[in-house]
T-cell receptor
Framework: GAVVSQHPSRVICKSGTSVKIECRSL??????MFWYRQFPKKSLMLMATSNEGSKATYEQGVEKDKFLINHASLTLSTLTVTSAHPEDSSFYIC????????????FGPGTRLTVT | DAKTTQPPSMDCAEGRAANLPCNHSTISGNEYVYWYRQIHSQGPQYIIHGLKNNETNEMASLIITEDRKSSTLILPHATLRDTAVYYC????????????FGAGTRLTVKP
């Protein structure tokens, strides 16, 4: 149990286009999901916290208009990178908590975004 | 959340126990100790967590000192597939609390 998936696993897009990344909790409901990004040989950095049915909370320095987050259901959150640029190339990872008194978070396998 | 300190890298021989230390001297009474690992180009994998008692599961054991200022993750019989970056995180248990990752320890298991 507690499986989180991401789609796509890899995506290459041209500069100026938008890319949507999906994060799904496959066998549990997640009221809260988190989005991280990770540059090569660096640790994970939190981008935003997403609560089902409400607006995401962004970390300082993360542009909310550039990284659009939608959490429309208890099993799905999406991250859209708008007007992508090469510096947005990174490894994007989501996580989710099962809730109900269980607080460990489960991470998706990540999405490798390359902007050319 | 309290800050953690881990050695940047460690080596371990295959089949031997891997003991990964973590210092969290400023941990608060309501903060738990979590361990995750990240194998190259994958998402972090939950390993174990605890508050003050030692914990064991099918993957590892977690030993927390009595004063809770440090802990050790033990992989009893390391395999080559255990090569990864291991993160020690302390946090208050709350569904809205994210995991704050430090630099972690890069464990290399050698044949």
């Amino acid at each position: 149990g507690a499986v989180v998936s991401q789609h796509p696993s890899r995506v290459i897009c041209k500069s100026g286009t938008s890319v949507k990344i999906e994060c799904r909790s496959l066998d549990f409901q997640a009221t809260t999901m988190f989005w991280y990004r990770q540059f090569p040989k660096k640790s994970l950095m939190l981008m935003a916290t997403s609560n089902e049915g409400s607006k995401a909370t962004y970390e300082q320095g993360v542009e909310k208009d550039k990284f659009l987050i939608n959490h429309a259901s208890l099993t799905l959150s999406t991250l859209t990178v708008t007007s992508a640029h090469p510096e947005d190339s990174s490894f994007y990872i989501c996580s989710a908590s099962r809730g109900g008194g269980l607080y460990e978070q489960y991470f998706g396998p990540g999405t490798r975004l390359t902007v050319t | 959340d309290a800050k953690t300190t881990q050695p940047p890298s460690m080596d371990c021989a295959e089949g031997r126990a891997a003991n990964l230390p973590c210092n969290h001297s400023t941990i608060s009474g309501n903060e738990y100790v979590y361990w995750y690992r990240q194998i190259h180009s994958q998402g972090p994998q939950y390993i174990i967590h605890g508050l003050k008692n030692n914990e064991t599961n099918e993957m590892a054991s977690l030993i927390i000192t009595e004063d809770r200022k440090s802990s050790t993750l033990i992989l009893p019989h390391a395999t080559l597939r255990d090569t990864a970056v291991y993160y020690c995180i302390v946090r208050v248990e709350n569904n809205n609390n994210d995991m704050r990752f430090g630099a972690g320890t890069r464990l290399t298991v050698k044949p």
